[in-house]
């Protein structure tokens, strides 16, 4: 029932007396059953020693860039053993050498565990290919659990030159490798180790492997070889029955971005939306919908991330008001913008303060936008904010303080738009039949280019109701006389 190849499984976990009390009870009847039976008195005997040699057969190559540092007692049902390659066992000498440094490690004496090891090394010439090999894996463990990548990585390398070892200990070494150097951004070799990982490894390429070469190849700006390898990555997972690898849906999105292809960012968004519902995702999704023009698409997303609680900065409550703004809603803009100052989110900076007034002025709430404004204007070095005043006293017809702002305005300078300062004082001036500053004042503003046509026009009719106002005056001081 046992072959040579289980026998030599099993010197791995014993001493040469008890295989040969063994090889003697392989011939009995009921073996099975004695077999358990001497295990059961070895454990009982040597408490751990059982567990911890049974483990060295079936150490965890654990992946050192994704999972901790695996110890020689952690169980990985990976059986080195059990591969085509015929590899020598390892001896209870090297077994008790490699778990006292194992001991000493487990106790953080880190650099005695290595010291262990470090002799071990020195005798190297006496010690199988496998024994080699699996003292120069628990040095590399042991560097990369220090941080010492470089040190963990010329471990690894022993590791390999060792032959024959099993075929499982070759490939987890391969793989834990290519991570290492996917870490120290070394990327040709990150891709060879997994080329070479793949040809020995009998399943083929999976989602991890897929997911390093998406890496490196991405960190290489070769992004179409990168998308390749992120594509079937994600098909690994719909194979398993697993949602999309969050971690590969990111680099797909900044892949097609990179390709300059926003249509497929968009889509990819929707997907880490679905699967990876994150307040980030909901925003960039909003983001990318008014990217590609979809506006209305881009305020649900985003007004739906809001009402979730969302939107929490600063910069996306921002956002949002100005989609608010541009979609016609600019009252839920101005009340949005005010909540967000009055939590101290979003500070009263001139621009922001600027927004808000434009906001309340463009739903017509006027005594909303004036106190804004004049906040605004205190904080301006220019006299942009007393003119934006002068505009909205206009709407109010508030004349006087039309004329009060529009100067101070003047006064300030820098203005974007003096014309209108001009027409605003104007207007103010006519209003308050003052015709001839209300006519030296479009006089002015017809400097301007763009509002030669408008001041004209408003000079002609102030001088037409001047007129009027002049013959209703002499005909007032006629009737007097009478």
Same mark, same amino acid.
């Given at each position: ?11 791995? %976990? ?12 392989? &011939? ?29 057969? %079936? ?14 007692? #952690? ?8 591969? !085509? ?26 650099? $005695? ?6 002799? %071990? ?25 220090? /941080? ?21 200990? $070759? ?23 997994? &080329? ?9 390429? +999976? ?23 992120? /594509? ?34 968009? $889509? ?9 519902? !994150? ?11 008014? #990217? ?22 600063? +910069? ?24 967000? %100052?009055?939590?101290?989110?979003? /500070? ?35 006299? *942009? ?11 109010? #017809? ?6 009060? *702002?529009? !100067? ?7 203005? !974007?738009?003096?014309?209108?300062? &001009? ?60």
């Amino acid at each position: 029932m046992f072959n040579q190849r289980t026998m030599s499984n099993l010197r791995a %976990m014993f001493n040469l007396r008890t295989i040969s009390n063994l090889t003697i009870m392989l &011939n009995q009847k009921n073996m099975i059953n004695q077999i358990t039976n001497i295990v059961l008195v070895l454990s009982s005997k040597t408490g751990r020693l059982l567990l911890r040699l049974t483990a060295v057969a %079936m150490v965890v190559y654990a992946l050192p860039v994704i999972t901790q540092m695996t110890g020689l007692t #952690e169980q990985s049902g990976q059986v080195f053993a059990k591969t !085509k390659r015929r590899t020598p066992a390892l001896r209870q000498r090297v077994y008790a050498q490699l778990s006292e440094a194992q001991r000493l490690a487990d106790e953080k004496k880190v650099s $005695e565990g290595l010291a262990i090891l470090t002799r %071990m090394e020195q005798s190297v010439d006496q010690l199988n290919s496998y024994e080699a090999a699996m003292m120069y894996n628990f040095m590399a463990f042991i560097h990369y659990g220090e /941080n010492q990548v470089n040190q963990a990585v010329l471990a690894f390398n022993q590791v390999l030159k060792q032959q024959p070892i099993p075929e499982s200990l $070759e490939q987890s070494t391969l793989f834990s490798l290519a991570q290492l150097q996917m870490q120290m951004e070394n990327y040709d070799e990150t891709i060879a180790l997994i &080329n070479r990982w793949k040809k020995i490894n009998t399943k083929g390429a +999976s989602s991890s492997s897929e997911r390093l070469l998406a890496n490196a190849y991405y960190a290489k700006k070769q992004y179409t070889k990168a998308l390749k390898h992120i /594509n079937q990555s994600l098909a690994f997972d719909a194979d398993n029955g697993n949602v999309p690898n969050e971690n590969m849906l990111v680099l797909k999105r900044a892949t097609h971005y990179e390709l300059k292809q926003p249509k497929q960012v968009t $889509e990819v968004s929707e997907d880490l939306v679905r699967y990876h519902s !994150k307040p980030k995702y909901w925003v960039e999704l909003a983001n990318m919908y008014g #990217e590609i023009g979809e506006t209305k698409k881009q305020l649900a997303v985003m007004e739906a991330a809001y009402q979730q609680g969302f939107v929490t900065k600063a +910069s996306d409550l921002k956002t949002l008001a100005q989609i608010y703004y541009l979609n016609g809603a600019p009252f839920k803009a101005a009340n949005l913008l005010k909540q967000a %100052m009055d939590d101290d989110i979003l /500070n009263a900076s001139l621009k922001n303060l600027e927004f808000l007034a434009q906001a309340w002025t463009s739903a017509k709430e006027f005594d909303k936008a004036i106190p804004v404004l004049k906040q605004a204007a205190q904080v301006s070095n220019d006299g *942009n904010a007393y003119a934006r005043l002068a505009e909205v006293y206009v709407n109010t #017809e508030s004349w006087s303080q039309v004329i009060a *702002n529009g !100067k101070k305005a003047l006064d300030k300078g820098e203005l !974007k738009n003096p014309g209108n300062v &001009n027409i605003a004082l104007g207007m103010a001036y006519f209003n308050l039949k003052k015709f001839d500053q209300s006519k030296a004042e479009f006089a002015k503003a017809a400097e301007h280019q763009k509002l030669n046509k408008m001041a004209s026009q408003w000079m002609s009719y102030v001088a037409k109701e001047e007129n009027k106002w002049t013959q209703l005056a002499a005909e007032y001081k006629q009737l007097e006389v009478l």
